[in-house]
């Protein structure tokens, strides 16, 4: 049971689906404008590496994250070059950038630090540290909301607040403002967004700058909240399974925040299960608990559990009538 | 004015054109790195073409970029993006290994072999079956399923490799080294023809055997009634619907024939070089078969070009790390991303200005002939 639902999981589940919901809503302001981002994971990891290296260099955690939101911001505009512009196709330069910033960062890492792609170990101020939230001493004596505050919401990194608050932001964009509409409508229906005056592309790319702030914001937290510092492939997929989680929330905020949720805890328990003899079952095979975040994307998306049915325009160049 | 390129500069200028920029940005990260490009350049071509073991090398990993290129391209002609490519390669091993941990104690290697084959192309097809049969018939995005797949698969084979195939006592998760009958020839006699030797290079049978698949995926596509069906399903669904042609039917078996040509790159490494699975035994070649389709234009000829241009960055790039230790293998996976982008995302990038090129050229020989005239 400890393992299933102790604090400990609960935890790291929280800390584990920070990056995955700030990507999956980055994905989803791409996406909600008619934008593929199959790029998720690169930008993160790019970001995850300007983080590390600016941090660094500057001893100073904040620069590391503006750092990382610019470098994010950059690639999420390659993408609108490419894909708005020059009408290219989306998914093929996505999967550009994801191969292009992992070789370059290795590289540059390597020229740079001489540490084999790594960025030096980031100490004290370098880091973004846990914060409590105030009057944990308060209530921590009370049953449940005691255990509730100050053992499961209180402590975490400040961009773990800022990603769970990105939720109802999100949400009040999307749903309650003209902008949210526009870009809505962008993924629907451009040709209907163009006859009312409104220009396609300048909106599209409004929505990937959001994209890359907040891929931005999930690599600074993979460098220097959930690690210290930048490692070879450190994304390990995440940005994949942030757009898993995209799918799997059917391109809603708040649905998003609780499939990355599910995902996280599903990578908390897969990490705490290994090598865990269980009686009765044995030893759960940690593979099959790590594919299974795929495995109920693939069965959504075949839509036995309900039907995912991505933005109609998505991953169509809008070409302008003549 | 016309808005067409003539067929040249479509198939092989342009392509040349976004090949170059692509090599240029490469050699200003090079520049960024500290290092002279045009000498990392000439160490590059030295290492993969300057010695006989360096050409076996590069025709050893074009081997594996040829497969998973045609893979990537049969998908392609179909309008369907195939980026599982590197997954289906993962579960042929699987089929592979079923054929050679067998029967390579009962059997010689010609019988083994082409098991093998068989085996790899049947698994790589069965993992590509329900992707394709999810697209085709609940419209889920292809991409996004292949994608999963191919963490599936590495999840299944981490787990097939601890748990199931790894010889007891062994810590390391790879399977046992396959007999002599459960390995794939070498192909020295070919180097020793022209005086040469393989010096160690794993160049096998595989490279043959990839060239003539290479010819089968030209004669599907360009010389058989199912080739057209699929064309035609590629470039307009809605027409080929209307014309009779069954959309679930034929998306279904073109995937499975990419699934197969994928399983079947895992022949060249597993049983043509380590004679064994190993973890991780693909090294992104399948993705590798994105970068050649893309630049090889989805033709089999030019994916064979691009395969070997790839296995001399693959064995180019291993030399150069040695002389310019601040470049590293992932070198190559920036060039490969930076050969997607241009070759591919921002292929028609400067198709408008060589289009105003052209017509101005034509458009000055017609005004000369109206003058002469």
């Known amino acids: 049971m400890e393992v299933l639902f102790g604090l400990d999981v609960l935890n790291s589940t929280i800390r584990l689906s920070t990056p995955l919901l700030l990507a999956a809503l980055a994905g989803l302001y791409s996406e909600r404008a008619g934008i593929v981002d199959i790029g998720l994971e690169g930008k993160m990891l790019g970001a995850a590496f300007a983080a590390g290296a600016a941090a660094s260099v500057a001893g100073s955690a904040w620069i590391g994250l503006f750092a990382a939101v610019v470098i994010s911001i950059l690639l999420s505009m390659l993408h609108g070059f490419a894909s708005i512009t020059a009408r290219g196709n989306q998914i093929v330069s996505g999967v550009a950038i994801n191969f292009v910033v992992a070789g370059v960062a290795i590289l540059l890492g390597q020229t740079w630090f001489g540490l084999g792609g790594k960025t030096p170990q980031l100490r004290g101020a370098e880091r973004l540290l846990e914060i409590d939230l105030p009057g944990i001493e308060l209530l921590s004596d009370i049953p449940l909301i005691g255990w509730l505050y100050s053992g499961l919401l209180s402590g975490h990194g400040i961009l773990v607040y800022v990603a769970f608050l990105a939720v109802p932001i999100t949400w009040w964009i999307l749903f309650r403002t003209r902008f949210g509409l526009r870009l809505r409508a962008l993924g629907e229906n451009p040709a209907a967004v163009d006859t009312a005056g409104i220009s396609v592309s300048w909106g599209r790319y409004r929505a990937l700058v959001i994209c890359g702030l907040l891929c931005g914001i999930a690599g600074a937290y993979l460098a220097l909240g959930l690690s210290a510092g930048f490692v070879k492939d450190m994304t390990a997929g995440k940005g994949f399974i942030a757009l898993a989680a995209l799918i799997f929330a059917k391109w809603k905020p708040v649905n998003v925040m609780f499939a990355a949720l599910l995902f996280g805890y599903l990578e908390a328990v897969g990490i705490r299960m290994q090598g865990k003899i269980f009686p009765v079952i044995g030893e759960v095979p940690v593979a099959m608990i790590q594919a299974l975040p795929y495995v109920l994307t693939v069965v959504l998306l075949a839509g036995f559990i309900g039907k995912a049915i991505p933005p109609k325009a998505s991953g169509i160049p809008y070409v302008k009538e003549r | ?373």
Not at chain 2, 328 to 336: C, E, K, L, T, V
Request: with cysteine; hydrophobic share 55%; proline share 5%.
């Open chain 2, 1 to 373: 004015m016309k808005n067409e390129l003539p067929k040249w500069a479509d198939y092989i200028l342009l392509p040349l054109i976004n090949l170059t920029v692509a090599f240029i940005v490469a050699g200003m990260v090079v520049m960024l790195v500290g290092e002279n490009p045009f000498e990392a350049a000439y160490i590059l071509v030295r290492g993969a073409f300057g010695y006989g073991g360096g050409i076996a090398y590069t025709m050893y990993y074009a081997t594996n970029f040829i497969f998973t290129g045609l893979s990537v391209a049969v998908a392609f002609h179909c309008g369907l993006f195939n980026i599982g490519s590197e997954g289906q390669a993962i579960i042929g091993a699987l089929g592979v290994a079923l054929a050679a941990l067998t029967l390579d104690n009962l059997m010689p290697w010609w019988i083994v072999f082409p098991l093998a084959i068989i085996g790899s192309a049947l698994f790589g097809a069965a993992w590509a079956f329900i992707p394709a049969w999810l697209q085709a018939k609940r419209g889920s995005h292809i991409v996004i399923t292949t994608i999963m797949f191919n963490f599936i698969a590495s999840s299944i084979m981490v787990y097939a490799l601890v748990e199931l195939l790894k010889p007891a006592g062994s810590m390391a998760p790879q399977t046992r080294t396959f007999e002599q009958a459960g390995q794939i020839p070498k192909l020295d006699w070919l180097f020793e023809l022209f005086g040469s030797s393989l010096q160690g290079a794993p160049l096998n049978l595989s490279f043959f055997l990839a060239l003539i698949m290479a010819f089968l995926v030209w004669v599907l596509i360009w010389r058989t009634r199912f080739g057209y069906e699929l064309r035609t399903t590629g470039t307009n669904p809605t027409a080929a619907v209307y014309a009779g042609i069954p959309p679930v039917k034929t998306i279904v078996i073109t995937m499975l024939i990419s699934g197969g040509l994928a399983g079947m790159m895992a022949l060249n490494p597993v049983m043509g070089d380590q004679a064994r699975i190993e973890l991780d035994f693909t090294a992104g070649a399948g993705f590798v078969g994105i970068a050649v389709a893309l630049m090889g234009r989805s033709h089999p000829l030019g994916i064979i070009l691009a395969a070997i241009l790839f296995g001399m960055l693959y064995q180019g790039g291993a030399e150069l790390s040695f002389d310019m230790p601040n470049i590293s293998r992932d070198m190559i996976i920036a060039i490969q991303g930076l050969v997607i982008l241009f070759a591919g995302a921002l292929e028609n990038l400067f198709r408008p200005s060589l289009i105003r090129l052209f017509s101005r050229f034509s458009r000055d020989s017609d005004n000369t002939l109206a003058e002469a005239a």
